[in-house]
């Protein structure tokens, strides 16, 4: 039974291509996240949201764009693709304030 | 914010061998988590570990929050401890913020 589940685990799209990438979450926490990882394996906080705020790493274009349909669930949309964008990309999730964060398995997300 | 760094970058050993990983963090802390990042790219997470000392088989994890530093035992290596160890700390609004990872391999 996977506590953080992300689909799809490969993505390949063209340049100028929009893509999402979905996030649920079985664990009842409150806080989910986003994570880039690039090419030097550094993990970098994309997007934090719970229900009560969204907090936005500042370096993040806004061609990307986390939606939450529920408490379960924060999808990750990214508009007009560039080569750029191509690493892997986490879910995440804690409640917040414990913050034991549990990780979804990845998407590797090429642009062509 | 919080900076996390972990050393060494790179480790080589011989299987069998022991280790121990170094992550230190800027601020006070009230958790501190263990990661290990397998050659096929999942997160695992090794130890949830805000103070004091922890064992899980041939890993083991303490941290010392007043000195503002945790360390990763991993003893007898064996060629699937291969991969990538990240330690994160929370940052600003608890967000978990990583470290570089300390890139291991253990040759058979």
């Known amino acids: 039974d996977t506590a953080v589940s992300q689909t799809p685990k490969y993505l390949v799209t063209q340049m100028g291509n929009d893509k999402s990438i979905k996030c649920e979450q079985n664990l009842g926490h409150d806080t989910m996240y986003w994570y880039k990882q690039d090419s030097k394996k550094f993990l970098k906080i994309m997007f934090s949201?719970?229900?009560?705020?969204?907090?936005i790493n500042e370096t993040v274009p806004n061609r990307f764009s986390p939606k939450s349909p529920d408490k379960a669930h924060l999808n990750l949309h990214i508009n007009s693709l560039e080569l750029g964008d191509s690493a892997v990309y986490f879910c995440?999730?804690?409640?917040?304030?414990?913050?034991?964060?549990?990780f979804g398995q990845g998407t590797r997300l090429t642009v062509v | 914010g919080i900076q996390v760094e972990q050393s060494p970058p790179d480790l080589i050993l011989q299987e069998g061998a022991n280790s121990t990983l170094r992550c230190n963090f800027s601020d006070s802390v009230n958790n501190l988590q263990w990661f290990h990042q397998n050659p096929w790219g999942q997160l695992i997470n090794l130890f949830y570990i805000p103070s004091g000392t922890k064992q899980n088989g041939r890993l083991s994890a303490t941290t010392v929050a007043t000195e503002r530093y945790s360390l990763l035992y991993i003893s007898s290596s064996q060629t699937t401890d291969s991969g990538v160890y990240f330690c994160?700390?929370?940052?600003?609004?608890?967000?978990?913020?990583f470290g570089r990872g300390t890139s291991l391999i253990v040759h058979p």
């Open positions: 994160a700390a929370p940052g600003g609004s608890y967000i978990p913020t």
């Open positions: 995440a999730s804690s409640q917040e304030g414990v913050s034991e964060a549990f």
């Open positions: 949201y719970n229900n009560k705020e969204l907090i």
